[in-house]
């Protein structure tokens, strides 16, 4: 599958009305800062990654943009309506899967999706059963049966089944197997191709290096940059270690840009390689390689490559 940030422009960019937007949009909980004057901007057509540390505000930021929690302060737009006063009408062009997907209950997940489809206007019984099975579903398992990642499966299908202008997905490949990550990200793919918006949270980089066109990367409830993930990607910290076939020497890497950490113990060179990787690997091509071995980093790390907290910076509760 080609990774969707290959496009040069993601359908429906050029739209007047941005899919999402948000003006100096502001959340306490009393004391507690969840957000401090997000300017979010989201493109129709695009898949946009939603990158943060943990209680950076990515969650509060969805639940704004749902009207399942209400501003302190600032302003959101969700396809050109206000979520406070847009109501059902809104909310049925909108897919979302929350982060903490729950259902329980004896019926089937036939009949619940059946049943949340009715309150979308009516879903197609074979729009059901395809992404069922694309998706290895057991329509007719009981949901209190369903282990967590089956449950998941049953968040994605209500989330795409009746084909929404957006998505909003908080977390969306958790607890599902590699086999079926893949195909959640064709059906991201498809939804982008046909002119819809991702809206997507994630802690998989790999995931969102792979389906998004922009990332937004949010630390203390203020978005701090905003790039394309070949500019992520190239930032990006990584722990790597080479091994050569033979002994090199102690400055083998020596004046590489971007290289911390980095120890020498005979025919092995571990080290951390912030950016790009290509002054690296011209530099052991004087020596035989056995193996090179590169660890993705944290999103923590993604982010701390970005920005380090200013001095003075209290942060966010």
């Not at 109501?87 to 929350?98: E, F, K, Q, V």
Request: without cysteine.
């Amino acid at each position: 599958m080609e990774p969707l940030h290959g496009h040069v422009r993601p359908r429906g960019a050029r739209s007047v009305t941005p899919a999402i937007r948000t003006d100096g949009l502001t959340k306490r909980y009393g004391q507690r800062r969840g957000l401090a004057g997000l300017d979010l901007e989201v493109h129709p057509g695009e898949v946009f990654g939603f990158l943060g540390p943990n209680g950076a505000g990515k969650t509060t930021t969805i639940r704004l943009l749902l009207d399942i929690i209400r501003p302190t302060s600032g302003t959101v737009e969700v396809l050109g309506m206000q979520p406070r006063v847009a109501g059902p009408d809104l909310r049925r062009r909108i897919g979302y899967l929350p982060g903490d997907f729950v259902v329980e209950g004896g019926q089937s997940s036939r009949e619940l999706l059946t049943f949340l489809g009715g309150l979308l206007g009516g879903v197609p019984k074979h729009r059901l059963v395809t992404l069922a099975d694309r998706l290895d579903l057991d329509l007719d398992a009981r949901i209190r049966s369903l282990s967590k990642g089956n449950r998941q499966k049953v968040g994605l299908i209500q989330a795409f089944m009746h084909e929404p202008e957006l998505l909003i997905l908080d977390e969306p490949s958790s607890g599902l197997d590699p086999i079926v990550q893949e195909t959640f990200l064709g059906l991201v793919r498809e939804a982008s191709e046909a002119g819809r918006t991702v809206f997507m949270s994630s802690h998989v980089l790999s995931e969102v290096q792979r389906s998004a066109h922009r990332v937004g990367i949010v630390r203390d409830g203020r978005m701090v940059a905003v790039e394309g993930v070949d500019t992520v990607r190239a930032r990006a910290i990584r722990r790597f270690e080479i091994r050569f076939e033979v002994e090199v020497p102690a400055d083998v890497v020596a004046g590489v840009p971007g290289l911390d950490r980095v120890v020498v113990d005979g025919s092995v060179v571990r080290g951390i390689l912030e950016g790009r990787a290509d002054p690296l690997l011209k530099a052991i091509a004087r020596y035989p390689v056995a193996s090179i071995l590169s660890e993705e980093p944290t999103l923590d790390e993604v982010f701390l490559a970005f920005y380090r907290r200013p001095e003075g910076d209290d942060g966010a509760a």
